[in-house]
């Protein structure tokens, strides 16, 4: 258990489905993240959220939409997928502190299968 | 461009000695850190290195050489639960995490 959760664990979609990926930290940290794993490719950072603003889009497609409604929370929805967004999608969270950046804390991902 | 390099897989025999070398080239630098991911797994902290030299901690070590831009994760006294990916990740000048392709250690009996 590292104090983040993520929900679904599996999901299976359609290329003409929406559907919402969760996220949830524990931890009191102060900034969040979306990572996308596909694999033997380095995780590629998606979104960056510090204080619920968003402060990274490492252009990504607009079909994945990034939420924050708090700094315990994230989701990101989906919608229109393609088969090659097919990945594992992890959550993790820092606290960062005035220049002081500490070790991110990682979900258990979510594995997306997009038929 | 930025790069981060790591072996893809490497092979060790439980009770034994496995050095995983981690190469970078990113604009910047503010650390590197080494991470643990169990197959179906979060990927779980171990290290951190932003001075140049040995970080103990446990069976684990961490060395860096920050004007060779090179980095090794030292796993001593090998044990079957050290089976798993190996990530090395550098914050660069933006404070951005760069992220290798993980080496998978496979420990046998």
């Known amino acids: 258990e590292t104090g983040v959760t993520q929900t679904p664990r599996h999901l299976v979609m359609g290329m003409t489905n929406k559907k919402s990926l969760k996220c949830e930290q524990h931890l009191g940290h102060n900034a969040m993240y979306w990572y996308k794993q596909s694999a033997k490719k380095p995780l590629e950072l998606m979104f960056v959220?510090?204080?619920?603003?968003?402060?990274e889009n490492n252009s990504v497609p607009s079909r994945f939409s990034p939420e924050c409604p708090n700094s315990s929370h994230l989701f990101l929805h989906l919608h229109t997928l393609q088969p090659e967004d097919s990945a594992l999608y992890l959550c993790?969270?820092?606290?960062?502190?005035?220049?002081?950046?500490?070790?991110?804390?990682f979900g258990p991902g979510t594995r997306l299968t997009v038929l | 461009g930025q790069n981060i390099d790591q072996p893809t897989e490497m092979t060790a025999t439980e009770g034994a000695i496995v050095q995983i070398n981690c190469t970078y080239q990113t604009s910047g630098f503010n650390g590197l850190f080494w991470y643990q991911q169990h197959a179906g797994e979060a990927p779980t902290f171990l290290s951190y290195?932003?001075l140049d030299g040995l970080e103990e901690k446990g069976r684990f070590s961490s060395f860096l050489s920050r004007s060779k831009g090179y980095s090794y994760l030292l796993l001593k006294e090998l044990q079957m639960k050290d089976s798993a990916s190996y990530l090395c990740a550098v914050m660069d000048s933006n404070y951005q995490l760069i992220w290798g392709a993980g080496t998978k250690l496979i420990i046998k009996p």
């Open positions: 959220y510090n204080f619920k603003e968003q402060t």
């Open positions: 993790a969270s820092s606290q960062e502190l005035a220049g002081v950046y500490n070790e991110q804390f």
């Open positions: 290195n932003v």
